[in-house]
């Protein structure tokens, strides 16, 4: 995920207005993330490993996040 959006993703958890796509919410500012082709979600990295599991994922166009 390119810094810019990152930054803008990472004050959205800041203002708590970002979900899961389980629906719980996330408090912890994200490090990096995996975005998908269509830039539709995007997937946390912790340590340096993805977690690519559907429910961990965030919906980037609800909170719209421009694809790069």
């Known amino acids: 995920m390119p810094a810019a959006a990152l930054e803008q993703l990472n004050r959205a958890i800041s203002d708590g207005a970002v979900k ?30 993805p977690i690519l599991l559907e429910q961990e994922a965030v919906n980037l166009v609800a909170l719209d996040i421009a694809k790069p």
Do not use: F
Not at 32 to 45: F, K
């Open 20 to 49: 899961r796509l389980d629906g719980r919410d996330i408090r912890a500012q994200w490090q990096a993330a995996l975005v998908t082709d269509d830039g539709s979600r995007a997937y946390p990295i912790r340590d340096e490993i």
